[in-house]
Every structure is written in C-alpha cells, then in structure tokens.
C-alpha cells in the first residue's frame, strides 16, 4: 500500500470533524499496511495529539523522523506537542531543528516565530514572522498581532486591527482578535466574538485558552456566575 494523498485527505477530514478515534483507527490501519512510510506515524502523531496523549504522539513524531530525518515539518509538529506538554526545552530543539533543515520557509518561520512570542523571547519572534510574512506567508499575521498585544499600548493595538482587518477576519479560530479587543477594553464584542466560535473539535491548548479568556472577560464585566 503506498499512502496516497487520498488517505490524508480522508484522515484530514476525520480530525476537522472532531472524530478523533476514527482519525487514530484509520492512522493506524495506514501504518500497519505500510510501516514503512513516515507519513502514516505522523498521521499517530496527529491524531493522538488532538486526543491530548502527548507523550505517545511525541514517540510516534520521533519514530517518524527516524525514517524521514530531514522533514521539517514533523520537527514542528514534534515541537507543539512538547509545548502542549508543557515541556519547553524539547520544543526548543525541535523548533530549531526544523529551523535548520528550512531557514527560509515560510510556515516554518511563521510556526518558529509563534513558539517564541509564547515563551517571550519577543525580538527574535519578531524578525521570523516578519521574514514570513515578507514571503507570502499571512498567516503570520495572528501572530504578529500577539506579539503587539504582549508589546504594544492601545493605540499600537488599534493600528494594527485596523491596517490587517481583512486577513484578520479570514482567521475564524485564532483567539488573536478577541485577545487584542480584550486588551482594548471592549469586553461585550469579545463575547460576541467568542460564541461564534466552535469548541468541539479544538485540542485541549486552544480550549484552555478559549475558556481563559472567556471566564476574564465575564470577570470584567461583574458577571462572576
């Protein structure tokens, strides 16, 4: 059996859904029909991280990589795993890893950058999103939005929603927005923000900070219930 972009369309699919198990069964099925391709571990990797079983997505990444040493972008998945994880120093090495493998990547770059703004190493964050987002790369708007809102006053804050509204908005699950309107005071609208957003199938990183934010902004506004 030879893994098609078929079987990663279906397994894609399955982890949007939010049906985790059936994501696993078929990464596992594929692996076992042909255990020599990197590609179905990563699919393990995968799945087992939404499930939140960090610790055996890691092994699976790493057991990927053994076979495909020069991807880098199992260095980054490997990476958010050990940050999910809580294990900072290991996400460090394989961030760079990948890095190293791909300086001039711009998902890369922009994965690499957004790991830093998290761990506060703010300045070099800033130089990889900006090289990202000079190659084409807009994702790295959230991004660089967190940085401002770890860095900037209001009026930073509002020049930046204002200059990048439209690629902003094309981010229906990042929390940049409604983090940013947090900052600004505008309580009510990141309410509003945050219930059109679906929890079902996010891991359980991005709920912590959805649920964070949102019990902050009921807090401000004495609705401690």
Same mark, same amino acid.
């Given at each position: 059996?030879? #893994?098609?972009?078929?079987?990663? @369309?279906?397994?894609? %699919?399955?982890?949007?859904?939010?049906?985790?198990?059936?994501?696993?069964?078929?990464?596992?099925?594929?692996?076992?029909?042909?255990? %020599?391709?990197?590609?179905?571990?990563?699919?393990? =990797?995968?799945?087992?991280?939404?499930? =939140? %079983?960090? %610790?055996?997505a890691?092994?699976?990444?790493?057991?990927?990589?053994?076979?495909?040493?020069?991807?880098p972008?199992?260095? !980054?998945?490997?990476?958010?795993?050990? !940050?999910?994880?809580?294990?900072?120093?290991?996400?460090?090495?394989?961030?760079?890893?990948?890095?190293?493998?791909?300086?001039?990547?711009?998902?890369?770059?922009?994965?690499?950058?957004?790991?830093?703004?998290?761990?506060?190493?703010?300045?070099?964050?800033? #130089?990889?999103?900006q090289?990202?987002?000079?190659?084409?790369?807009?994702?790295?708007?959230?991004?660089?939005?967190? $940085?401002v #809102?770890?860095?900037?006053?209001?009026?930073?804050?509002?020049?930046?929603?204002?200059?990048?509204?439209? $690629?902003?908005?094309?981010?229906? /699950? /990042?929390?940049? !927005?409604?983090?940013?309107?947090?900052? $600004? =005071? @505008?309580?009510?609208? !990141?309410?509003?923000?945050?219930s059109?957003?679906?929890?079902?199938?996010?891991?359980?990183?991005w709920?912590?900070?959805?649920?964070?934010?949102?019990?902050?902004?009921?807090?401000?506004? =004495?609705?401690?219930a």
């Open positions: 059996m030879t #893994i098609s972009s078929t079987h990663t @369309r279906k397994f894609i %699919e399955k982890i949007e859904q939010g049906n985790l198990d059936q994501a696993l069964s078929f990464a596992n099925d594929v692996s076992r029909k042909d255990p %020599e391709n990197p590609l179905g571990y990563a699919m393990l =990797g995968d799945a087992l991280k939404q499930k =939140g %079983e960090l %610790e055996k890691a092994s699976f990444y790493q057991y990927s990589l053994q076979k495909a040493p020069d991807q972008g199992l260095y !980054v998945a490997l990476g958010e795993a050990y !940050v999910m994880n809580g294990d900072v120093a290991k996400a460090y090495n394989a961030y760079y890893q990948a890095l190293s493998i791909a300086p001039s990547h711009p998902t890369i770059l922009q994965k690499t950058g957004g790991f830093l703004v998290t761990v506060g190493q703010l300045q070099e964050a800033k #130089i990889l999103l090289q990202s987002l000079a190659l084409g790369n807009q994702a790295a708007i959230k991004n660089l939005l967190e $940085l #809102i770890y860095t900037g006053n209001a009026a930073e804050i509002e020049d930046f929603l204002d200059q990048y509204s439209g $690629l902003l908005n094309n981010e229906k /699950d /990042d929390l940049a !927005v409604a983090r940013a309107n947090f900052r $600004l =005071g @505008r309580y009510a609208q !990141v309410i509003d923000e945050l059109t957003k679906k929890t079902a199938c996010k891991n359980d990183v709920k912590a900070g959805y649920f964070n934010l949102l019990a902050s902004t009921h807090e401000k506004l =004495g609705d401690y």
